[in-house]
């Protein structure tokens, strides 16, 4: 699932590295930031595949990311619990809005 949204960028959280080798890194984003209450995002990036050193605090940026679920269960106190966990992972973030792959030009009419 591919989904694009628009945000602020907040901040870059520290690079770390998970139990399998992988580096990964979080940023915040205040989302529907023209609204007079604000959302703000996490947003996980990984393999060093984004340079978020980039952005400001303010920048206006666009986001293009996957929704990772996962389901986990475990037992605390005696009872079976289940619990269902999403992730915003970000393969693209850019200042400007990117450009669609259909291209509409004059030259394509039919006189």
């Known amino acids: 699932m591919n989904l694009t949204i628009k945000g602020k960028f907040i901040a870059a959280g520290n690079r770390n590295v998970s ?3 992988v580096p990964w890194q979080n940023f915040w984003c205040e989302l ?12 996980t990036v ?6 978020l ?4 605090p303010g920048q206006e940026i666009e986001i293009s990311f996957d929704i990772s679920g996962r389901k986990n269960e475990w037992e605390k ?8 966990f999403q992730s915003l992972v970000a393969w693209r ?3 400007e809005p990117q450009q ?5 030009s004059e030259d394509d009419l039919p006189f």
Request: hydrophobic share 15%.
């Open 19 to 21: 139990k399998k080798d």
């Open 32 to 43: 529907d930031y023209e609204t007079e209450h604000p959302t703000k995002g996490e947003f």
């Open 46 to 51: 990984f393999k060093d595949k984004l340079d």
């Open 53 to 56: 050193s980039q952005f400001k």
């Open 77 to 84: 106190d005696g009872q079976k619990k289940t619990g269902f």
């Open 93 to 95: 973030v850019s200042t």
């Open 100 to 104: 669609s792959t259909q291209e509409s």
